[in-house]
């Protein structure tokens, strides 16, 4: 598993309650950072445990907050890095698909820092799922309405996600390894050494329309500055075997999402059961 330094975490006082007070999920989160981290001490677990709980809390502050502040001012804290690769995947008019992660504050980051983004004004479709407290989705995605942001309903994204693409769009997906593969959605894939049920949505348009997979990390700086990161455009892994070529290319995209949440491993949605699969068979 990965050698990577755990020292120096950002852990705040109300993260540290939290951790100890109110351990939202826990138990979920301490199993998940043990299959990622399991060669890391249990102490420096525990710390990156306790930094997620800061960083989460940081988040839903951000989230919060962002109604009230001016915008304006709000977008001097957001870095853009690697913008090359995103324009220059853009400027081969086959259509971009921008593959994103639970990773740093994916609903602050990007609805300040893409409208800056002036040659890909009205070009990013943000593909997401509806969210059960109405009104809390009401304001999201308002937010990103008046940003010139589009929101299309994944429920609803196959009668769209072709023509958008067709017409040299940006497809905003966040990735995730929670699918069911019991049905048409949803393969079994490696994930940090284990098989996650990975959805295959983002191989099977990249496959059927030739489009380009960008990846798009974002990820916190410090208390007032966020990163917007891209990086070269992933190559298509060719198999005649059409289900193969789903697998091995959305394996592809997990090692980019492995390769994010390593840089930034505090960062991350940890409280999610991502590796059900795994778990199933060794209780099988």
Known sequence: M????????????????????????KRIIMKNIERVFKCHSKQEKMNLAKAFYSHFLTTLKEIISIRWCNHDKLREGIEIEGLEHLLSAHAQQRGVILLCAHVGNWEYAPLLGFPTIAALSGRFYFVRRAIRIKWLQKILFQRFQKAN???????????HARKLLRDNNVLVFTFDQHASIDGRHGIAVDFFGSKAGTYKTLAFLAGKTGALVVPGAT??????????????????????????????????????????????????????????????????
């Open 2 to 25: 990965p050698q990577i330094s755990l020292d120096n975490l950002k852990i705040t006082a109300v993260g540290r309650l939290m951790y100890y007070l109110v351990p939202l999920r």
């Open 149 to 159: 942001l589009a929101i299309i309903d994944s429920r609803d994204m196959f009668k």
């Open 219 to 284: 990820y916190r700086l410090n208390k007032k500055h966020h990163v917007l990161q891209f990086y070269p455009a992933l190559v298509w892994k060719e198999n005649e075997d059409w289900e193969q070529a789903l697998h091995d290319n959305t394996r592809i995209y997990n090692q980019a999402i492995e390769q994010f949440i390593l840089a930034n491993p505090a960062q991350w949605l940890w409280p999610h059961r991502r590796w059900k699969l795994d778990d199933m068979e060794k209780t099988g």
